[in-house]
């Protein structure tokens, strides 16, 4: 009897201790986890992240971690992280992630029950399972709404549910919002609510329903709208505009990187800083595998980038950037600013030449096969550590391309160095941590 009592003592503490550890993440492969839960009747709760998001690290270190929220998700689910980058690189493709933390929740058959995308989602993990548990026995679950959403295009009453349904998920509402304004009786497109939903809605894109509706009635709704509102107005198209080239980017998306060009073209839109007809060009070459015509166009772009200004004159006026801005008292008094006025040391000029040669670089690498294509490599490297000699990103790419080339200990060594030297404003300084970690591993990049 005193077994029994000491075994059971053992087994709640044993429990306690998996509970107040927070959600405890199985090491399961997808399939054992779709086996198990259908076993146990649960949900699969997944965590898609990447070593170098950094929500997905708030995520991890608090919320996570909470005793109460893992008593709820280690009852209700089975709980996996995937890196959507290593080993959930096949489901991450299945269920088309490209924003993280992006949080899901499947049934056994794989389906989608819930969703969510940030880390808002973890001010409130046990109503967001809660929302789950909910959604898997509705149907208005993510999956079913996605289901009725391809057979209810003309159902106007359906595509405004879905619109909000959509927003309360945290995902992407474009598309409802498209069909539904393709079908609305609402109101009329001059009226002061339709400008009012256009105004209200985060995510419109160029090349939609939307942007249509604007650009026809926007003179009009100027007449409608407050002091404020006009200019929400006046910034709306500019805005709509970036917000399309960084979802293209993002998701990597060559139909709609095509309307950006298109749109750029012209001449009314402001782009943001280093980004230009050239380079949204290059864009729609990798995104549509195009790389030959990528690989020419990066060239001629990083030869007219070292051809606007000699060295010797780029140093010139970086030398009275630097004279001036050093007897800044605002510079030096904490982190950011010291790394500011390191910028403007090596040279705030030259610094603009080298981000852009390097960021197109680094791309070109990724394609790059021919002597010729790897002698432009070496050109333009030669050239950045002429500009300002040791700087981290050229480092880096230069590592890259020793490993590429089999000198493996030159690599891992200048790779080092180069991490050691990344500020901490570089937001995926832990992605080239983990390729050090590979080359040492002598593993593929």
Request: aromatic share 12%.
């Amino acid at each position: 009897m005193k077994k029994k009592s000491i075994a059971l003592v053992l087994f709640l503490l044993t429990i306690n201790l998996v509970f107040s550890q927070g959600i405890d993440f199985k090491n399961l492969k997808f399939e054992e986890a779709l086996a198990q839960a259908k076993a146990e009747n649960k949900l699969i709760f997944i965590d898609f992240h990447t070593e170098w998001c950094g929500p997905c690290k708030k995520l991890a270190k608090g919320p996570f971690k909470e005793p109460k929220n893992g008593e709820f998700y280690n009852k209700n689910f089975i709980n996996l992280k995937l890196d959507a980058e290593k080993e959930g690189i096949a489901e991450a493709k299945r269920y088309k992630i490209t924003s993280y933390p992006t949080l899901i929740f499947v049934n056994s058959d794989g389906n989608i029950v819930h969703k969510g995308i940030g880390v808002t989602n973890g001010y409130d993990m046990i109503g967001f399972g809660t929302e789950a548990l909910n959604a898997s026995s509705s149907k208005y679950s993510w999956a079913k709404l996605q289901e009725m959403f391809a057979e209810k295009q003309n159902d106007e009453a359906f595509l405004k549910l879905y619109i909000q349904k959509m927003e309360e998920l945290g995902t992407d509402t474009s598309k409802g919002i498209d069909a539904w304004l393709k079908v609305q009786t609402e109101f009329k497109e001059s009226d002061i609510q339709m400008m009012n939903f256009l105004l209200s809605k985060q995510e419109i894109y160029v090349g939609s329903k939307a942007e249509e509706i604007f650009n026809n009635n926007y003179e009009h709704y100027l007449t409608l709208a407050t002091d404020r509102q006009k200019k929400s107005l006046n910034r709306f198209k500019n805005a709509v505009f970036l917000r399309s080239a960084r979802y293209a980017q993002k998701s990597q998306d060559p139909e709609l990187m095509k309307v950006v060009i298109e749109r750029y073209k012209t001449g009314d839109y402001r782009s943001k800083s280093g980004d230009n007809l050239t380079t949204y060009t290059m864009d729609y070459y990798r995104f549509s595998k195009n790389y030959e015509a990528f690989k020419r166009l990066a060239e001629q772009y990083i030869d007219s980038l070292m051809n606007q200004k000699t060295i010797k004159k780029i140093k010139e006026e970086d030398s009275k950037y630097y004279q001036f801005y050093s007897k800044n008292k605002e510079f030096g008094k904490d982190s950011f600013t010291d790394i500011m006025l390191q910028n403007y040391k090596e040279g705030r000029e030259a610094n603009n030449t080298v981000k852009p040669i390097i960021e197109t670089a680094n791309h070109y690498f990724d394609f790059a096969q021919t002597r010729k294509e790897k002698r432009n490599l070496e050109k333009w490297v030669k050239y950045c550590y002429k500009l300002i000699p040791e700087k981290y990103s050229v480092d880096n790419l230069k590592a890259d391309m020793l490993y590429k080339a089999g000198k493996t200990k030159k690599a891992i060594a200048l790779k080092a160095i180069a991490i050691e030297k990344m500020p901490y404003t570089v937001k995926k300084k832990v992605n080239f941590e983990h390729e050090l970690e590979l080359m040492k591993a002598n593993k593929k990049l």
